[in-house]
């Protein structure tokens, strides 16, 4: 009944929310749940350099998918920029309908 | 101080919020939070068949309780309709009072 | 690319904002989300005893970190409050640059 998979999470700023779904997209992800939130962090050395309306795009993956979209979102683009990306490994109903064959 | 507990998420259409909570109680969860999302995804074979105002629900229940809660989710009710469910590790503060005696 | 860190997820009362924030700061995180959100739960034996506005905070830290702000979220001052806290294992990219040297 249950699956084991891997949900992706990223958490960056508003603006950025087209480019992490096109992302998800290209890398094989079947879907997404955005929410919105507000964040404050650390871009380096400062205490607190960033804070603002952001937003959590959560995706349900296989383990390969996971990994291409860490990659893609830890590449160049994203450099300069406030994001936050993590995966945690998760057991889903009905996994089979999150992997594309 | 920890408990090695369950935390269950479910992502579904808003006008399955009260089924859902109503399913969460009878097997036994002692509560649940609602956030407010915005989801798109595949209920098979095309990419994108539905999207829309969505409920994310968690829930921390025992491992017993988790597995009722999929189980009744998995069933023929939502069949057809837009729902992601899955189960997460997690150990869980004061977890004695998730669990119900 | 990954590192292996933790979530420390805390649900509590609107109110509770900035004093968990000020727990999260001062045991060494770098950064956090807020997520409004909407509770109900069991203080104890009653099986609906608060609800209401609630805030979600996450955070990613070290274990040592996260062992420190659930035992300050443990303490006399929440004794008597509605507080969820709870912990997850993740792999986050870029980790360093949630530890603090």
């Known amino acids: 009944m249950k699956t084991p998979l891997v949900l992706v999470t990223v958490i960056t700023e508003s603006l950025f929310k087209d480019k992490?779904?096109?992302i998800l997209r290209k890398k094989g992800a079947t879907g997404h749940t955005l929410t919105n939130a507000q964040g404050?962090?650390?871009?380096?050395?400062?205490a607190?350099?960033?804070?603002g309306p952001n937003i959590k795009i959560e995706?349900?993956?296989?383990?390969?998918?996971?990994?291409?979209?860490?990659?893609?979102?830890s590449g160049d683009y994203f450099e300069n920029h406030s994001i936050i990306a993590w995966t945690t490994e998760v057991n889903v109903l009905r996994g089979e309908k999150f992997v594309k064959r």
């Open 48 to 51: 607190a350099d960033w804070e």
């Open 59 to 73: 995706s349900i993956v296989s383990p390969e998918v996971a990994d291409a979209v860490l990659e893609a979102v």
């Open 40 to 46: 404050e962090g650390s871009r380096g050395s400062r």
């Open 20 to 22: 992490i779904i096109d």
